[in-house]
T-cell receptor, first 114, second 116 residues
Framework: GESVGLHLPTLSVQEGDNSIINCAYS??????FIWYKQESGKGPQFIID?????DKRQGQRVTVLLNKTVKHLSLQIAATQPGDSAVYFC?????????????FGKGTTLSVSS | DTGVSQDPRHKITKRGQNVTFRCDPI?????LYWYRQTLGQGPEFLTY????????KSRLLSDRFSAERPKGSFSTLEIQRTEQGDSAMYLC??????????????FGQGTRLTVV
């Protein structure tokens, strides 16, 4: 698998590898985080979310890790497939309040080659 | 299909014209958001409604932009006197009540605006 220590705008992996996409968030008061996947010409699609009282959450082939100490979020994709190729965004709920807008980070373009 | 519908999907307009976009959120969602996304960037927040009340507006929302959600269901975003810099994807998202796991925002497919 390939990991990214700092945010990089692109990540290229081979089919079957594990992918790790990183995101740094800005507001220490944020208590809710989401990862979205966006394919070309489409709106963002929900992947997985996590609250700040958790440090790890798993879904189907995806895991989100939260490190509040350094305000860092990562998305791990197991056995990456060509259909995973897309732009991935992390989003935070900055004030922890239900009504505020999600703030999006810089995206990472994941390219999966077979 | 997320359940959030946007219309039209694409709009080409001449500079100076007015355009209006529509968003139909998931029916039981009381929160509705408009975002703008330019090529290579993440979505940028424009405005937020809770039911029919517009509770938050970004500094990005200039006087030429106006949004409404008259009955707390569908919403419209109007841009007056369009400029080339308005060319972008306009995204609508809806969200149910509460905060935390399981209250994610669902996005529509967006309206791609091109101002020529």
């Amino acid at each position: 698998g390939e990991s990214v220590g700092l945010h990089l705008p692109t990540l290229s992996v081979q089919e079957g590898d594990n992918s790790i996409i990183n995101c740094a968030y800005s507001n220490s008061a944020s208590d809710y985080f989401i990862w979205y996947k966006q394919e070309s010409g489409k709106g963002p699609q929900f992947i997985i979310d996590i609250r700040s009282n958790m440090d790890k959450r798993q879904g189907q082939r995806v895991t989100v890790l939260l490190n509040k100490t350094v305000k860092h979020l990562s998305l791990q994709i197991a056995a990456t497939q060509p259909g995973d190729s897309a732009v991935y965004f992390c989003a935070e709920n900055p004030s922890g309040q239900a009504g505020t807008a999600l703030i999006f980070g810089k995206g990472t373009t994941l390219s999966v080659s077979s | 299909d997320t359940g959030v519908s946007q219309d039209p999907r694409h709009k080409i307009t001449k500079r100076g014209q007015n355009v209006t976009f529509r968003c139909d959120p998931i029916s039981e969602h009381n929160r509705l958001y408009w975002y703008r996304q330019t090529l290579g960037q993440g979505p940028e927040f424009l405005t937020y409604f809770q039911n029919e009340a517009q509770l938050e507006k970004s500094r990005l929302l200039s006087d030429r932009f106006s949004a409404e959600r008259p009955k707390g269901s569908f919403s419209t975003l109007e841009i007056q006197r369009t400029e080339q810099g308005d060319s972008a994807m306009y995204l609508c998202a809806s969200r149910g009540g509460g905060t935390g796991v399981g209250t994610e925002a669902f996005f529509g497919q967006g309206t791609r605006l091109t101002v020529v």
